[in-house]
């Protein structure tokens, strides 16, 4: 049910429900009018749903294309190396010796994470 917001569910369960009722009540032709034009509504939207997704994928297809193609000829800063302070949990340089958001001076890595005593 992707694509289907909270209201949309809740209407179309309301029109089956009203066209079972209406179906119980003898008028049968009104109920499975609404039930089949329920369906005709649904996979007119599933399609319409699953065309816009293809097209927008297909531009995503094209975009990433054109920038291989390009040999990456966007320099781009390359991503620094980055830890999670110990004792904020902000997100700071690997290569930081000092915490610049809680200025505490930070244990040296060296492979194990072990506290000492
Ligand atoms: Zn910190």
């Known amino acids: 049910?992707?694509?289907?917001?909270a209201r949309e569910v809740g209407i179309f369960a309301l029109v089956i429900i009203f066209s079972i009722i209406l179906m119980f009540e003898g008028d049968y032709s009104n109920g499975i009018f609404g039930i089949l034009f329920m369906l005709g509504f649904w996979v007119f939207k599933t399609v319409v749903i699953r065309r816009?997704?293809?097209?927008?994928d297909t531009e995503i297809n094209r975009i990433t294309r054109q920038t291989l193609r390009s040999g990456y000829s966007e320099p781009g800063p390359k991503l620094p190396e980055i830890k999670e302070c110990p004792f904020c949990a902000e997100i700071i340089k690997a290569k930081a010796i000092v915490c610049r958001y809680c200025g505490r001076e930070l244990p040296v890595e060296e492979g194990s994470s072990s506290t000492p005593k």
């Open 1 to 5: 049910m992707s694509g289907w917001t």
């Open 52 to 56: 816009q997704k293809n097209k927008r």
